[in-house]
């Protein structure tokens, strides 16, 4: 079975910036892509950020393109989100996720495997 578990939520100002971290635990198998997303109160989930296995693509919502960066160490077996320029609107659950699937994929339809999530708030 396969865990990820989140890092490095909390409470900024407007204009600030964090950085969450994921590690990824028990049996996993090459080439799988992770991504990023959130959920607000009262909306539905949604797609953050995904990097395919080498690293080497990646893909943003529009509306956080410019401000946040993914990123992976896969001897760490972890994912990285650095949040710049945070905005009251970026307030949700950030949950790390993990699929066999392509980056395409990941933006369109929801992930096979999820952390429990770790809150960032964002005051104005």
């Known amino acids: 079975q396969v865990q990820l578990v989140e890092s490095g939520g909390g409470l900024v100002q407007a204009g600030g910036s964090l950085r969450l971290s994921c590690v990824t635990s028990?049996?996993?198998?090459?080439?799988?892509?992770m991504g990023w997303f959130r959920q607000a109160p009262g909306k539905e989930r949604e797609f953050v950020a995904a990097i395919d296995w080498s690293g080497g693509n990646t893909s943003y919502a529009d509306s956080v393109k410019g401000r946040f960066t993914i990123s992976r160490d896969n001897a760490k077996k972890s994912v990285y989100l650095q949040m710049n320029s945070l905005r009251p609107e970026d307030t949700a659950v950030y949950y790390c996720?993990?699929?066999?699937?392509?980056?395409?994929?990941?933006?369109?339809?929801?992930?096979?495997?999820w952390g429990p999530g770790t809150q960032v708030t964002v005051s104005s």
């Open positions: 996720a993990l699929d066999y699937t392509t980056i395409a994929t990941m933006t369109k339809s929801l992930p096979w495997y």
């Open positions: 028990g049996r996993t198998f090459s080439s799988y892509t």
